[in-house]
């Protein structure tokens, strides 16, 4: 799946981004500065000034217009107050209603269907892939069956591996290092390079010597234990031609040596021919040992080549054979139970993240609508700041204005000033209701729920399938499972 529970993925982000703090700051509606709004409407000094002028007259019963300036001041506050109000209430009612599922039970409903179907499709796809394996195992099992029996065999082929293969490629090794060392040690009296150059000469002598004791060993020789009459002849005349081969290599060897100390160039031939001649006809101790040490170690690499692979010819291919398919088989299998319930840990791990995110818009919703409430208790708590802050404007006003003048203050600057308050109306049309909000989220948790149930359920049934194949073709031999 080159995108998991991509569906799923679409609406965890859509739940999740919806995280926002609606906390209402104290200082939403800032308070009126009355200092401030005197020196600018300079109102001591208008109120002194117009106090000096007797101005407004005594019989005055309406505001003059200085008055009618702070009317307008405080009247001014309140409407930019009261448009941070609608604001924040149209951008608290369009929050609540992106927090219903409205606009996500689609994306619900789908990211159900596409998670349930995805993950029937992968188990789909182990299924060809493990029955190819599994058939594979079974031709191979078979194969190994039809072979035992034609050759009417009952024992467990032997093949090596681990420490035991390990020890005795390590001692062919030894044995071609200490026999070209020892064989070098012996050619070297007769070469004009010493020890180098006898070393070069016994490598070769070397190489032939355990290479052949090899090949006979592993291809040749094991032919005697074929069930049929001819091969078994052709195995018992491959140990003669064997110990006429290994004899042969040693003597010429052993030969070599002690013409090639008296000769500088024709040793070889000299060799041959003495070997045809007289071919035990060494004359010195160390050409005896150097083909005593020869024909011992061919003989060692013979033994240990004939245990590299079971006695039987082909007996060990088809087992190792058997033994891959079914290594191969058994490893697939593994991985796609780990792929299904990996899949299955993220399908979960992705609806707990949105289950999370569900829980969070239930607080949100509970938080736009403290904080909303908050809101409009800050607007009207700031009226009867803008009141009061009205009634300091007109007394600093009349009480200038009261000491400049000679005649009595008009009677109308003993009324309070009565700021028009506004009562702010909340639009909750289109907004989803505080008990129906929390039955779509309980809904929508109950399917999710449901969702990672069927997903478990069908996780647990295709690893029974991937098993079932084990039933359906048994690995048989010799008609036992």
């Not at 060692?300 to 290594?327: H, T």
Request: charged share 25%; proline share 2%.
């Amino acid at each position: 799946m080159a995108a998991r529970f991509e569906a799923l993925e679409k609406l965890r982000n859509r739940i999740m981004e919806a995280n926002h703090d609606y906390r209402v700051g104290a200082d939403i509606f800032p308070s009126l500065d009355v200092d401030k709004v005197a020196r600018d409407l300079q109102l001591v000094e208008q109120g002194k000034a117009r106090g000096e002028q007797e101005q407004p007259p005594s019989s005055s019963k309406t505001m003059d217009e200085v008055e009618h300036s702070i009317v307008e001041r405080v009247q001014d506050e309140k409407k930019a107050a009261h448009q941070i109000l609608e604001d924040t209430l149209h951008l608290y009612s369009g929050r609540v209603a992106n927090l219903g599922l409205e606009e996500q039970s689609g994306l619900l409903e789908q990211a159900h269907a596409s998670s349930l179907s995805g993950f029937k499709g992968e188990i789909a796809i182990g299924l060809d892939t493990l029955h190819a394996r599994r058939t594979d195992l079974h031709e191979a099992t078979r194969e190994l069956a039809t072979f035992r029996k034609n050759h009417r065999l009952e024992r467990v082929a032997r093949l090596q591996h681990g420490t035991a293969h390990v020890f005795r490629v390590a001692l062919l090794v030894f044995l071609f290092l200490v026999e070209t060392y020892l064989n070098g040690s012996f050619l070297a009296k007769g070469n004009d390079q010493g020890f180098l150059g006898g070393a070069t000469e016994a490598f070769a002598f070397s190489f032939v010597n355990i290479v052949s004791a090899l090949i006979f060993a592993i291809f040749c020789v094991r032919l005697v234990t074929h069930r049929s009459l001819a091969v078994k002849l052709i195995g018992a005349a491959s140990i003669l031609l064997y110990a006429c081969i290994a004899l042969g290599i040693n003597l010429l060897l052993a030969h070599y040596r002690e013409v090639s100390g008296t000769l500088a160039d024709g040793a070889g031939n000299l060799a041959v021919q003495r070997m045809f001649d007289n071919p035990f006809g060494l004359a010195e101790v160390r050409s005896w040992m150097l083909f005593l040490v020869g024909l011992l170690f061919s003989i060692v690499a013979f033994i240990d080549g004939w245990f590299v692979l079971d006695p039987y010819p082909g007996y060990a291919g088809v087992e190792k054979r058997r033994r891959e398919r079914r290594l191969d088989y058994t490893d697939t299998k593994a991985d796609l139970i780990d792929r299904l319930i990996e899949l299955r840990d993220d399908h979960n791990a992705k609806v707990a993240d949105i289950l999370k995110g569900l829980g969070s818009r239930r607080r949100e919703h509970a938080a736009i609508q403290s904080s909303r409430a908050r809101l409009l208790a800050l607007f009207n708590e700031h009226q009867e700041q803008l009141e009061r802050s009205g009634n300091l404007l007109f007394s600093k006003y009349r009480e200038a204005n009261i000491r400049a003048r000679k005649t009595a203050a008009p009677k109308q600057f003993s009324q309070p000033f009565k700021l028009q308050k506004t009562k702010p109306v909340v639009q909750n049309d289109g907004e989803i209701k505080d008990s129906d909000f929390a039955s779509s989220i309980a809904a929508a948790q109950q399917t999710l729920n449901e969702q990672m149930r069927q997903i478990g359920k069908e996780c647990e049934a295709g690893i029974e399938k991937y098993r079932d194949l084990d039933k359906l073709y048994p690995e048989t031999l010799d008609g036992q499972a």
